[in-house]
């Protein structure tokens, strides 16, 4: 199935000629892993809709009344691949994820509270809540056989201590992949019953959750959660169009709806109608696409695990979503930066653990959403560098 839409036939020179900052950022010697792009072509029907948008020469003032269309469209994704019910006028678009977690952050909480959120965790969320003066207060995870589990008598007791007044959820989880068990979540919005939390919950890399995983949206657990539950999600991830920059929130707090519409027309920015147009076409036309790429990157994380285990001390918990994995190389006893030994020795460029937090050292994320060759020429790389 996946041969079909040539995940195969992504190559190295074809990749160096792309302007993107994935294989820009390090030089024309250096094999790229890192950042959460992947290497492959956007899904036809997303290609197909943005040519006939430019032909048309549709590309003025938007006419969207009530919203964009996308609003709509959520709302069917959410029931037809969750069966969660949402009420389309409580979303609203934003540019990006990030943008999302800025804003209810900005508008629910101030300088000084507690946020909490599972560590290692994705970089940027760090950086927002240091430039935003918000303390964090981390839920560490840690291996338990094949998965990641957290502590939930002791989150509930330290986010207690903390007086925290919001939970940032990754899920599933970045960078190790993670998808929260329904058990786990019902945990966490007891807790966040218990203690009034705003709960922002980033769901950007639901659709890539492999078999024998189910994602559940934080907010469809029952209507007190969804009452204090921000939801943001976008086709970004799983249709690799992060350049579209567009995404969208549901947010389910009546207050913090409307402290975000009495906030001046376009102070928090909209997204394009290429954007629009792109999301659209990747929701209504795109599933053949993203079903064969899920088996693709299964088949990938998989081959990635294999040659770990039989050729390196390299541990990873193979991940039950992304097309990222976190890869432990503490038994080697190489540093606290394994991705710079990466780099220097290999040529190879993974994400340094360090930057997902002090849990990440001796760590590194590698992307292994790139086709079977190029994904070997890294492991090869990683391999000679690390092992």
Known sequence: MSADFGFDAVNIAELRRRGGQKWRRYGPDVLAAWVADMDFAPAPAVREALIALVDQGDLGYPYWPAGSPLREALAGRMAARYGWQIDP?????????????????????????????????????????????RRIVEIPMETSGATWRFDKERAARELGAANCRALLLVHPHNPTGKVFARDELEALAEIAERLDLLVISDEVHAELTYPGAHHVPFASLGEATQARTVTLTSATKAFNLAGIRCALAHIGPQALRERRDAAPFALYGTPSVLGVAATLAAWRDGGAWLAALVEYLAANRDHLAARLRAETALELVPPQATYLAWIDASPLQIGAEPADVALERGRVALS????????????????????REILDAVIDAVVTALA
């Open 89 to 133: 006028a409580q979303v609203r678009e934003l540019c990006d994820i990030i943008q999302g977690v800025q804003l209810a952050l900005e508008l629910a909480t101030k300088p000084g509270d507690a946020v909490a959120l599972h560590t290692p965790t994705y970089p940027p969320f760090l950086s927002s809540l240091r430039a935003m003066r």
């Open 352 to 371: 340094p653990g360090t930057d997902f937090g002090a849990q990440g050292r001796g760590h590194a994320r590698l992307n292994f959403a790139t086709s």
